[in-house]
């Protein structure tokens, strides 16, 4: 690695810090589940915006831009909290999330506030709405990309495996599905529930071409992010083995953190954990 | 109604690049005209109605005007997460093509009759219902629709629907158009029931009955300008739809009636039941649920000694 690369993961993993710091603030004002979630996919989020995707916080129609669509919804105060760091909008619109009178909801809405591209919340959604914007891209002959980021969870739902299904059909390699495998859903782990192994080659089957990385190492995320397409002609999928509640040592591997949100002494020693 | 649609669409296309076609496989002797035309604009999604929905928002939301087209049940309820969250709630320009109204597909079986679509369409915000009486008004709805805000259901018959209208002018999505203008009782119609409504007027005139016939295409936004209207000057009204009782036109049209002063002696004539033991062909089955000219007919004969006899 680059002395140069290896400085620019550095800052990754701070802004990553910074940003698990926002999560925990905004869980424990709002109240509000999901924390873990959030937790587990700031890293992939950070690495999209601040090194991966290109963006126009100025100008959020920019036909040029690269777009994000978080389908696994529920973790919008990871996306919100990195938009705002990214300059999209004030951070102290971050306020704002889950409380009454609030304006940024607890599943991604679009528009809530600049950066958010589509509204996500049910699982399964997310994929073929990337698949459309992909498609239309090719269509216009627009080189952007579309990254959305799916819950291991939400790889049970049918309509994730239309859309694989299409999108390898309709050769949108200019579609990028990274998975926030965190190993725990909604009601136990994933694998106890309705395991979804040999998951690799489930997306191979279906036509994308597949990798795998440490979904909190930061260097190797963004290496990989930056490698997409891996194959031309293909869908690219990063399975990103992560863990739910990451940065929070009592929140970690935890299905309670699903839920849960920090009372004001557990929100201390997450800040400290955090610092 | 199904080739006023796509040769008006074709019409459509060719000055509109915004147009893309997508349907759930399903078109065969209909599309082609499209897809060899703009082959870069029509994708056959194959068997897959929720990712089709998805798809279309997709490219709703990169600016493309999107019509998806199947048999009315697959393309609502089957995706209907999908219409709701993904079309609906971020308010694209989708136009859900829904082909096979109410019994057309009389020998299929209930899992392709469309006898609940409407009500659970109107049910969802942002979501217009468009259900064209003939031909003429379907080609009018496609037309309108290009500037349409928001998503549209549009709810046609099948194929060789007859002609009501010999020309069609000021159509618009919204608006009730008025084809008789009698004043002892009204008939508002929706969708393909519009040729036996009228029918069933002409039958009326002969027994001295003088009918105002409404066109209600759109059954959301419901007019209801036009419903207090004919509230107020004849002495009843019936709905003629070919959808079930609860929640489809005969229903949008009681909740307007309801929340207004005027007494007016109201019934809805629509098809009572969903999953029936015997099939047929659609006219069988209209008749057997009193749709056909001469059961719309009788009922309000029925209706009428009713209010005579108070």
């Known amino acids: ?275 | 109604m199904r080739s006023a649609f796509i040769n008006t669409l074709i019409k459509l296309a060719r000055k509109d690049k915004r147009i893309f076609l997508l349907t759930g496989d399903l078109g065969f002797s209909v599309l082609e005209g499209f897809r060899d035309e703009f082959p870069d604009r029509f994708i056959n999604m194959g068997v897959a109605e929720a990712n089709m929905i998805g798809v279309a928002a997709g490219l709703a939301l990169s600016g493309k005007v999107v019509f998806v087209y199947s048999i009315v049940p697959f393309v609502t309820l089957r995706c209907l997460e999908q219409i709701r969250n993904d079309v609906c709630y971020q308010q694209l320009q989708v136009r859900i093509i829904g082909v096979g109204a109410g019994l057309s597909y009389g020998t299929s079986g209930a899992t392709h009759y469309s006898l609940e679509d409407i009500a659970v369409m109107r049910a969802i915000s942002n979501l217009s219902v468009v259900c064209p009486g003939d031909p003429l008004e379907t080609e009018m709805a496609l037309k309108e629709s290009l500037s349409y805000a928001g998503p549209l259901y549009i709810r046609l018959g099948k194929g060789h629907d007859p002609l009501v209208y010999r020309k069609l002018e000021g159509f618009k999505i919204g608006k009730a158009i008025s084809l008789r203008y009698g004043k002892d009782i009204a008939i508002i119609s929706t969708g393909n029931m519009l040729p036996n409504a009228n029918q069933a007027a002409s039958l009326l005139k002969k027994q001295g009955v003088d009918v105002r016939l409404i066109s209600m295409h759109t059954v959301k936004p419901i007019d209801k300008k036009t419903i207090i209207d004919i509230a107020k000057k004849t002495k009843a009204i019936f709905t003629v739809e070919e959808h079930n009782l609860i929640g489809g036109l005969g229903s949008a049209v009681a909740e307007v009636l309801a929340e207004q002063p005027a007494k007016v002696y109201f019934k809805r004539i629509a098809v009572t039941e969903t999953f029936f033991k015997t099939i047929g062909s659609q006219d069988y089955l209209r008749s057997k649920f009193g749709l056909d000219a001469n059961g719309i007919c009788k009922t309000i004969i029925k209706g009428m000694r009713k209010i005579r006899h108070g």
């Open chain 1, 1 to 275: 690695m680059t002395k140069l690369k290896a400085c620019l993961a550095g800052k990754c993993l701070s802004l990553a810090k910074q940003i698990r710091r926002e999560i925990v603030s905004m869980h424990a004002v709002s109240r509000n589940s999901h924390v873990g979630s959030s937790l587990s996919v700031a890293d992939i989020l950070v690495a999209l915006y601040f090194c991966v995707m290109k963006t126009n916080a100025n100008n959020c129609g920019d036909k040029k831009r690269d777009r994000l669509l978080l389908s696994k919804g529920h973790a919008s105060s990871a996306l919100y909290a990195v938009l705002a760091k990214r300059g999209f909008f004030p951070k102290k619109l971050l306020s704002d999330y889950c409380v009454d009178r609030g304006k940024l909801p607890g599943h991604a809405t679009i528009n809530c506030v600049p950066g958010v591209e589509v509204s996500t919340g049910s699982l399964g959604h997310g994929l073929s709405i990337g698949a459309g914007l992909a498609l239309a891209a090719k269509h216009d002959k627009n080189k952007s990309r579309v990254f959305v980021i799916l819950s291991d969870g939400e790889c049970q739902e049918g309509s994730v495996w239309e859309a694989a299904m299409f999108a390898s059909q309709h050769k949108l390699d200019n579609l990028i599905s990274v998975i926030d495998y965190n190993k725990l859903q909604g009601f136990g782990k994933t694998k106890d529930v309705v395991g979804l192994e040999p998951f690799g080659k489930k997306w191979a089957a279906f036509g994308w071409q597949v990798k795998e990385v440490d979904g909190h190492d930061m260097a190797k995320i963004i290496k990989i992010l930056e490698s997409v397409p891996f194959v031309v002609k293909k869908p690219s999928v990063i399975i990103a083995h992560t863990v739910k509640g990451k940065g929070v040592s009592f929140m970690e591997d935890s299905l309670a953190w699903h839920y849960k949100s920090p009372g004001p002494d557990e929100l201390k020693i997450a800040l400290r954990e955090l610092a």
